[in-house]
């Protein structure tokens, strides 16, 4: 059996705000963000729209799309909802603290009446985690067949927006992709890509959390919940501390690369391309140097979103998948980083 992804979609809300906009309310520059960062505007959801509304129209797009490409044998993207065996929703910016689960919402929007659902809280690695954790779960049981993967976020809602250090890193949106078990050969670690079959080929996924601190909202949860009568002068918000993250980054994505390329006897040459979390131009163009993977290989679109966390690296793979530029054959990357500290990345063929 084999896991193919058979469609993509993303949601991006239409409010834009740009580095020059976001200097007229806070001490900083374009010139300082883009050479910092590599990242130009971001995209943020209006008060009302909330991450399921950013899931829901993100996971329809990969419906839709599922069904106008005659991949699933379907022709009505609702009726192919209601086909799911399960949908799994990575975030770290849910409708509601804890409970109820955001995916119950998504799953009841789209009319996913079998589909179990559950949230996937990996930080910035949910997307990679939640697809390995799909695919485990389609392949454990012979009667699941269909699941949708979504990666969203509203990290504006948890963003201090006084805090120039964080702020103008942050930005909203969604990415979903429609996954479907197939008939085929499942092979032995290190044989995946020589036996040239389609779909989700193997994840790699690991933690450090001795890191824990980096990457933190310190208030509203069991470890230092809000006290009755106390006064909330900023919402709870992401702290960080730039240099780790950033150390640890390039860390792992070079040497989940590198795994990658070892285990499965690849070269550069063989990979299309490598879809990494979208949080710093910087941190992939340091990433790729000690690689010596040419910058072109590396998919970016942070100039436009800045970094959405979950979402990232799903709106780029349907950016990539709606404008052609992923061929049938071809092996992707992806690669991530997040909170927790976690890291992962996936092996595609499309
Ligand atoms: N505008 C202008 N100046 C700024 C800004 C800003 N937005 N932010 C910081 N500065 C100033 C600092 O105050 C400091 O000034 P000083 O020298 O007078 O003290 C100076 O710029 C340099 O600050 P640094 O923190 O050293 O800047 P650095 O080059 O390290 O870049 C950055 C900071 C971009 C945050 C970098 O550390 C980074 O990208 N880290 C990784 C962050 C990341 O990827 N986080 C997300 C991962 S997980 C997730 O996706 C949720």
């Excluded at 329809?60 to 993207?77: N, S, Y």
């Excluded at 942050?170 to 197939?182: M, R, S, T, W």
């Excluded at 070269?267 to 072109?296: M, S, W």
């Excluded at 061929?327 to 980083?337: E, M, P, Q, W, Y």
């Amino acid at each position: 059996m084999v896991i193919k992804i058979a469609g993509t979609g993303r949601a991006v809300p239409s409010t834009r705000v740009s580095n020059k906009e976001l200097a007229e309310q806070i001490d900083t520059s374009d010139e300082w963000i883009r050479s910092h960062t590599g990242i130009g505007a971001r995209h943020i959801a209006p008060e009302t729209i909330s991450v399921s509304d950013l899931a829901v129209e993100a996971a329809r797009g990969a419906l839709k799309l599922a069904v106008e490409r005659a991949e699933v044998g379907e022709t009505d993207p609702e009726k192919l909802a209601e086909t799911l065996d399960f949908i799994v929703l990575g975030t770290t910016t849910q409708d509601y603290y804890g409970c109820p689960p955001t995916c119950c919402l998504v799953q009841h929007q789209l009319g996913a009446k079998k589909a179990a659902a559950m949230d996937l809280a990996a930080a910035c690695s949910s997307f990679i985690y939640s697809i390995e954790t799909a695919a485990a779960l389609l392949l454990a049981d012979p009667r699941r067949k269909r699941a949708l993967v979504i990666g969203a976020e509203t990290l504006s809602r948890i963003t201090n927006w006084n805090d120039r250090g964080t702020c103008v890193l942050f930005g909203d949106g969604a990415g979903a992709v429609f996954l479907e078990k197939q008939d085929g050969k499942q092979e032995e670690p290190g044989e995946a890509v020589s036996s040239g079959r389609r779909g989700l080929l193997r994840t790699i996924l690991g933690a450090d959390g001795s890191g824990w601190e980096n990457l933190i909202i310190r208030r509203g949860g069991s470890r230092n919940p809000w006290k009755p009568g106390e006064t909330v002068d900023i919402p709870p918000h992401v702290e960080m501390n730039g240099h780790a993250v950033y150390n640890f980054a390039v860390k792992v994505i070079t040497e989940t690369i590198e795994q990658f390329m070892e285990e499965e006897s690849l070269t550069i040459h063989d990979i299309a391309r490598i879809i990494p979390h979208q949080a710093n131009a910087r941190i992939i163009q340091a990433a790729g140097k000690r690689l010596k993977i040419p910058e072109e290989k590396f998919y970016l679109n942070m100039e436009e979103y800045a970094n959405t966390s979950s979402a990232s690296i799903p709106i780029a793979l349907d950016e990539l998948n709606r404008s052609g530029q992923l061929r049938r054959g071809d092996l992707i990357i992806t690669v991530g980083f997040g909170g927790g500290l976690t890291y992962g990345g996936n092996l595609i063929r499309w």
